[in-house]
């Protein structure tokens, strides 16, 4: 065991599961040995998926997938990297002509115990701790981390670089030293701790036992074993065939199925919770990718990604960054710099000892967002394969990196990537979220975040049952929510996704289901909950092409019961009450907008009703002191946003509201319902100095006493303003009031900075400076101003920087 002899019987390769050195060191044990067989920890249902390893459009990263058919949410993966030491040996079988085959307990077994409770398999996606199959150790007994103290390191990850990773020749010993020094050195802490406080294990390495025994009855002796360097001991222990029999007599099985998927180094990292994870993908990719010089090479591409992130980073600072990474190596007495010496070199010398753009290269380069690829001709679920071919056709290439995809519904193309990602969110695969966009009101533009993560084939799986498309498994899918859906809110959700997703079969049924739902719920709040969803809907008519009759009529029902139960609702509230009552004004208010502006065109009698209730409902919980003060004061100032209320009116209220007998927490409330949460509430204190005098006013005449029980509310009222605000704010209060005028009267002379009118000397100083900003020059300015300074002509015509010869008029009101 010791010589430069091959050691007797089947070559068995204890490795550690997506390890650079392992991978390396098994491609040389199999290139010296030249086995007949190779035999991988595995689940045996794959053998038939082998030759799609040796397809040159496989692309590691990827994984064995295995699911129950009947439920499909019951699923594991076996990932492989180009790293992996399993991926070597199938490439080096595949590429030889030799023999291969998995030898693990069969996906079939290890998934109905896990349906009956018992832990997945190690060296599974599943896996909590991979101390079995993975000799980094992680669980109840931590292998490598006793070998690393007996060797006197205090980081097991640091040791197993320095003796296995950064291992970049065999010496004298033979390629297969490596693995015999492993096997005894596992053989030892299996001797001390048993099966590692694993069971399972003795019931997975039984029938790899069993196989081995197969495959050299068949091959005699030449076969070779890649498995975790854990398993070993167990398979080098001489026992009976009956033994092995016996253990795996009486265990529970589902009828699985199983495929190739992409994988991800990010999915491949620990902290993305894979039990065989590792801390650093990309770093043990590179490490096994490059052919030599790997710390320099690896400088190289830290420096080309902040290069392309607007870092100013030299060729001088990759040279400052090898040789400090290289003097930290020598004096921490390691054999190469691994990735903790790079790491602090690249902070010093790239980042200015910033952990900022640290990050970033820890997220791109140290873990990675590799994406592998299978063939087409994998085999996958049906409605995997539609939706394969809906992306190619729609070019929504899945990656793994996150990014913003923005749509113009207007182009057929967009549209109908629009409706993809909706109906995906109706089967519950997440690959996009609706994400904010550029600024608009209207309904053609759409704004998502997509990341394609490898779980989401589980997903696919799952939907799977609902259909064998992507229409006809949302339509299915969402017909099934709105019969078993018990709030309205749910229910007039699922029916904005139907429209959003181009469900034209399911929706019938979804709006019979909202009808009956609608006309049996009397809950005013639950009302006012379920009407934006229906509002929003009936603006995708033009866009969407898309009929929202029975949808409006629907909407217009449930606002003219929300306008009739909204006041006695909103009387009595406690603070949390209001808070929530409050948000849902907000919506309501929003909804009766669009549905007043979607209804102009066909009812306009009809709309200018609704809108009139709505406006008398505003009044009287403005009015009424019964009504909880954020109520009153959000109603108050609706009201005067939509010119409904004069600001005089306003400010009689805000007077009542803020008066010396009102209970100082009430009068709070009423100015965070007034101007907090809002657009444009510190604006509106900023430009009417009458009202920020009637607050300045109250808050002044609080007493001491009950201030430390308002603070809080104002404190989170203007802690929501823009920083400038706050400041304006601050500077007028600080000013006093406007001179010749008593405090919040607004009368007398005006304060600096507003007058009554505009200053046209001050805007037309500004006038140029505002043209060269939008790119355009003066031709011609002609203004006139009367005696009072009032402007009579404001016609300016400019010229454009991107039209040659050609002037366009633009009106210009100073």
């Not at 430069?4 to 390890?19: F, K, N, Q, S």
């Not at 054999?335 to 790079?342: F, H, I, M, N």
């Not at 009766?592 to 306009?604: D, F, K, M, N």
Request: glycine fraction near 12%; include cysteine.
């Amino acid at each position: 065991m010791t010589g430069t002899g091959r050691p007797p019987g089947p070559l068995l390769l204890g490795v550690r599961h997506h390890g650079p050195g392992s991978a390396r060191a098994v491609r040389a044990a199999l290139d010296a040995a030249r086995p007949r067989v190779v035999l991988v920890e595995g689940p045996p249902e794959a053998d038939a998926l082998l030759p799609l390893a040796a397809d040159e459009r496989m692309r590691p990263p990827v994984a064995l997938l295995a699911h129950v058919v009947d439920d499909p949410g019951q699923a594991a993966f076996w990932p492989m990297a180009a790293f992996s030491p399993e991926w070597t040996a199938l490439r080096w079988a595949l590429g030889h002509g030799a023999g291969v085959r998995f030898i693990d307990l069969p996906a079939a077994h290890s998934l109905a115990m896990t349906q009956a409770g018992a832990p997945a398999a190690h060296g599974t996606e599943e896996a909590a701790g991979d101390v079995t199959g993975d000799v980094s150790g992680r669980g109840p007994v931590d292998p490598i981390g006793a070998l690393a103290g007996a060797a006197g390191y205090d980081d097991p990850e640091r040791w197993w670089e320095d003796v296995v990773e950064h291992r970049t020749g065999g010496g004298g010993a033979g390629p297969w030293a490596p693995f015999t020094v492993l096997a005894e050195a596992m053989t030892a802490l299996r001797e001390t701790y048993g099966d590692g406080g694993h069971p399972l294990d003795a019931v997975r390495e039984a029938h790899m036992r069993i196989q081995l025994r197969k495959a050299v009855k068949e091959f005699g002796e030449d076969v070779a074993v890649v498995c975790g360097a854990w398993h070993v001991p167990a398979l080098a222990a001489r026992t009976t065939l009956t033994a092995d029999r016996a253990l795996l007599r009486g265990l529970p099985k589902a009828k699985a199925e199983l495929t190739w998927v992409p994988w991800s180094h990010r999915r491949l990292a620990r902290r993305s919770g894979y039990g065989a994870g590792i801390d650093a993908p990309g770093w043990y990719g590179h490490l096994f990718d490059a052919p030599d010089r790997p710390v320099e090479r690896w400088m190289t591409k830290v420096a080309g990604l902040l290069r392309d992130e607007d870092r100013f980073v030299s060729s001088a600072h990759v040279i400052e960054a090898v040789r400090l990474a290289t003097a930290l190596a020598a004096l921490r007495g390691r054999p190469l710099a691994g990735l903790g010496e790079t790491t602090d070199a690249v902070r010093a010398v790239m980042c200015d000892g910033s952990d900022i753009p640290l990050a970033l290269v820890r997220d791109r380069l140290v873990v990675g967002e590799t994406l592998g690829e299978v063939p087409d001709d994998a085999p996958v679920v049906p409605l995997q394969r539609d939706l394969t071919r809906q992306q190619r056709a729609l070019r929504l290439k899945p990656e793994a990196p996150e990014r913003e995809l923005e749509l113009d519904l207007r182009k057929d193309n967009d549209a109908a990537r629009s409706r993809l990602l909706h109906r995906l969110r109706v089967l519950g695969i997440g690959w996009g979220e609706p994400a904010e966009g550029r600024a608009s009101t209207g309904t053609f533009r759409e704004s998502w975040r997509l990341r394609w993560e490898p779980e989401l084939y589980v997903q696919v799986a799952e939907a799977g049952t609902w259909g064998t498309t992507v229409l006809a498994a949302a339509s299915t899918r969402a017909e099934s929510r709105a019969a078993s859906a018990t709030a309205l809110a749910e229910i007039t959700a699922l029916a904005e996704q139907c429209l959003l997703a181009g469900l034209s079969d399911a929706l019938p049924g979804v709006m019979r289901a909202l009808a009956d739902r609608a006309a049996l719920d009397a809950d005013v709040g639950r009302l006012a909950e379920a009407l934006p969803a229906l509002a929003r809907t009936l603006r995708y008519g033009d866009v969407r092409s898309t009929d929202t009759a029975a949808l409006g009529e629907v909407a217009a029902g449930l606002a003219e019961r929300i306008c009739v139960g909204l006041p006695p609702a909103c009387t009595g509230l406690d603070v949390e009450g209001a808070a929530t009552m409050r948000g849902r004004i907000d919506g309501v208010h929003t909804a009766i907008g669009l549905l007043t502006s979607a209804t102009s065109g066909h009812a306009e009698t009809g709309a200018a009703g609704l809108r009139a209730r709505w406006t008398a409902v505003l009044h009287r919980l403005a009015a009424r002191d019964t009504v909880a003060g954020a109520v009153r004061g959000r109603a108050t100032r609706l009201l005067l946003d939509d010119g409904r209320l004069a600001q005089d009116d306003a400010a009689r209220l805000m007077g009542l509201a803020l008066s010396p007998g009102t209970p100082p927490a009430d009068a709070a409330a009423w100015i965070e319902g007034f101007v907090g949460g809002a657009a444009g509430g510190g604006m509106l204190l900023v430009h009417d100095e009458r009202l920020l005098g009637l607050v300045d006013a109250w808050l002044t005449g609080v007493p001491a006493e009950l201030f430390a029980d308002v603070l809080p509310l104002l404190r989170r009222t203007f802690s929501a303003y823009e920083p400038g605000v706050r400041r304006t704010l601050g500077e007028l209060v600080r000013r006093g009031p406007s001179r010749g005028g008593a405090p919040g009267t607004g009368t007398g002379a005006t304060a600096p900075g507003f007058g009554p009118g505009l200053d046209t000397a001050r805007a037309d100083a500004a006038e140029e400076v505002v043209l060269l900003l939008l790119g355009a020059h003066t031709e011609t300015a002609t203004r006139t101003h009367s005696s009072t300074g009032a402007d009579t002509d404001t016609a300016i015509t400019i010229t454009t920087g991107t039209n040659t010869g050609t002037e366009e008029p633009l009106g210009a009101t100073a």
